[in-house]
């Protein structure tokens, strides 16, 4: 198995309040992505980085940020949390571009904003 | 701009086949399959790229149509550990910077 690992695992917060989730890797990949997944609607890129201090948007960006500072972290964060952000939240990582290379999912974050 | 995946929902007893469909309205450069058990991660299956050959997996294989810009996943004598949710992920041809696009899904049930 990959060695990715996300943290929190669960996390409950109120609306207005700022969260950050964070994405662990030991595979020393160079993509790292943001997906997030609802009912109904598949798993959807947030953010994506291709290096560290290279990042860029996905296609629900809105209302998110992200950092790498380092090869095997990356940081997705919520400005300030809503009600529609709750939803769970996978980091995946792929040693080359997706085009021809499998990403490696970590286990998920399971985000509630109340 | 997101692939279609039909069927939404298949149920199957054991031994009985299966077939996926992923189809994009965009040229596609390569189609990838993951799997989803309940309360975990999409696990990766393969992937096919433009001009590649069929891909197998265990009982599991995969064709690419480029021309009708779809592919289909074949579940051969299904056993209950086939029981997940199916995504398909696109790469379209141009303009993508690579990153995956991915269907909404298919959920199959395997039955004793």
């Known amino acids: 198995d990959a060695g990715i690992t996300q943290s929190p695992r669960h996390k409950v917060t109120e609306t207005g309040t700022p969260v950050t989730l964070r994405c662990h890797q030991t595979e020393n990949h160079r993509y790292m992505y943001w997906y997030r997944q609802d009912p109904g609607h598949g798993l959807r890129l947030i953010h994506y980085?291709?290096?560290?201090?290279?990042?860029d948007k996905g296609e629900v960006s809105d209302g998110y940020s992200v950092s790498r500072s380092k090869t095997e972290d990356f940081l997705l964060t919520l400005e300030s949390a809503t009600s529609s952000q709750t939803s769970v939240y996978f980091c995946?990582?792929?040693?080359?571009?997706?085009?021809?290379?499998?990403?490696?999912f970590g286990p998920g974050t399971r985000l509630t904003v109340l | 701009q997101q692939p279609v995946q039909s069927p939404q929902a298949v149920i199957l007893r054991e031994g009985e086949d299966a077939v996926i469909n992923c189809s994009s309205s965009k040229a596609l450069y390569s189609v990838h399959w993951y799997r989803q058990k309940h309360g975990e991660a999409p696990v990766f299956l393969m992937i096919?790229?433009?001009?590649?050959e069929q891909k197998g997996h265990e009982k599991i294989s995969a064709s690419f149509n480029e021309k009708k810009q779809q592919s289909s996943l074949y579940l051969t004598a299904s056993q209950l550990s086939y029981s997940g949710t199916y995504f398909c992920g696109t790469v379209p041809d141009i303009g993508s910077q690579g990153n995956l696009i991915f269907g909404k899904g298919t959920k199959l049930s395997v039955k004793p």
């Open positions: 995946a990582i792929s040693r080359l571009a997706g085009v021809t290379n499998e990403q490696f």
């Open positions: 980085s291709y290096g560290v201090k290279d990042t």
């Open positions: 096919l790229l433009k001009g590649g």
